[in-house]
């Protein structure tokens, strides 16, 4: 924090302009943005989100929709955002010493971030936000609610935590280094700053959240089919156990991430090379995996599917009998993106790539684009829950009930 001289040659243009605290943030308040896109084009197109994860504020005299106040959220924590960097750009003006030294402006503005979640001001749209802390209360353990209590809300969250994963790596990391008696929170991030297999560790809990979850969702249809005497409309629920065998091939991924950082792997018996083949090929099995599922379950999209599903009479090539969106293009262009970001995303939350993570705006840009990937995934996945609710669900699908029925949420909860 005092510009040790053994710390500044590390520090690359890119973070001396946009240290990691502020990325962080950054990413954090684009994500609110892109909710408040989402609830606002799938409103145009007259997709009830609310409905689907049962939420109705009461609060909302006014009649406003969702995404005005989600637009009004996102704004007042934008504004202290582009300050706070303001601010630092002229304080530090480019120099080394004194980036290292005001690393408590970025600090300051993410306990403000904070603040901003727990603050009880009608005005900054408490319903949403006391409502997404409940829910992230509940998932931050795995849970997840029934389906006349939100569980599509809960599974949105979920889900989106695994796109933030880095993030909140980075986030851990800020922490590890601003209350390092050695280190300073604008340096160089120390991506080991807590031991070799803690920021993994971090990394992988989205998923296991959505493990536990898909477990979870097994158990609810399996006590179904033996109440019901095997005779559950839902199936048996094998499409559970695939769906948390998904979220379980991205834990090798990390794990063998850390194993190559560690200057000890020999001792397992394993060369660098076989423990880099060894982790190229759960890449490749969590990538391919992972965008065979987007595609085929989360948006029931048939391209992937056998021959006589993708050349069904009744839908275009590749698609579904029931669309919302305006244009067909729409659908095969959201594929090959979920394709190339799919992969790239797993490809980067390998720890191990040093000449890549050596370039912290990389990196950056990846972090961004994943959140894009999401906020695309995301106009899919309720645009397929909506057609399941209203068309139908498919057989030993995640079932969410009528959307008809909206449970209130009270705010003084």
């Known amino acids: 924090m005092d510009g040790d001289p053994a710390v500044e040659p590390e520090l690359d ?16 308040v684009l994500g609110i943005w892109a909710w408040a896109l989402n609830l606002h084009y799938l409103a ?15 609060s909302n005299s006014l009649g406003q929709p969702h995404h005005f106040r989600v637009y009004r959220l996102a704004s007042l924590i934008t504004i202290p955002l582009c300050a706070s960097l303001l601010l630092f750009w002229v304080i530090t003006r480019g120099s080394v010493a004194l980036v290292l030294a005001w690393d408590v402006l970025p600090q300051l503005y993410l306990v403000f971030l904070v603040i901003a979640f727990i603050i009880p001001l009608q005005q900054w749209s408490k319903a949403g936000r006391y409502r997404f802390l409940h829910t ?13 209590d939100g569980k599509f809300g809960d599974i949105l969250l979920a889900d989106a935590l695994t796109s933030y994963a880095k993030v909140l790596g980075d986030l851990f990391i800020t922490m590890c280094m601003f209350f390092g008696s050695k280190s ?57 156990l695939a769906n948390a065998l998904k979220y379980a091939t ?31 090929l759960f890449v490749f099995v969590n990538s391919f995996y992972s965008f065979w599922w987007d595609v085929t379950k989360d948006w029931d999209l048939s391209i992937l599917a056998g021959e006589q599903q993708r050349n069904n009479p ?47 705006g990389s990196i950056f840009v990846i972090e961004i684009l994943e959140v894009f990937r999401r906020w695309v995934w995301i106009f899919f996945r309720v645009e397929t829950e909506w057609v399941r609710n209203n068309r139908g669900p498919l057989t030993d699908d995640i079932l969410l009930g009528s959307y008809r029925h909206v449970k209130d949420f009270d705010d003084d909860d």
């Open 250 to 280: 991205a834990f090798p991924v990390t794990i063998l991430s850390a194993l190559q950082r560690d200057r000890d792997h020999y001792k397992l018996g394993l060369s660098e090379t076989s423990l880099f083949r060894l982790w190229l």
């Open 44 to 58: 145009l197109v007259k997709i009830d989100v609310a409905g689907l994860i049962k939420y109705s504020s009461r």
């Open 314 to 360: 009744d839908h275009s090539w590749g698609l579904r009998r029931h669309t919302f969106f305006y244009s067909k293009n729409i659908y095969y262009i959201a594929i090959v993106l979920d394709l190339i970001l799919r992969c790239t995303w797993s490809l980067k939350l390998s720890p191990h790539l040093d000449h890549f993570n050596d370039l912290e």
């Open 136 to 148: 992230l209360r509940r998932i931050s353990i795995g849970g997840i609610a029934e389906s006349q």
């Open 13 to 28: 243009s890119f973070s001396l302009f946009l240290p990691l605290p502020y990325r962080a943030a950054i990413i954090l």
């Open 184 to 240: 300073s929170s604008t340096a160089k991030p120390d991506r080991g700053c807590g031991g070799i297999f803690l920021v993994p560790f971090i990394i992988s809990y989205p998923s296991m959240i959505r493990l536990r979850q898909c477990l979870i969702e097994y158990r609810r249809v399996r006590k179904s089919v033996n109440s019901a005497g095997g005779s559950a409309s839902s199936g048996w629920g094998g499409q559970h």
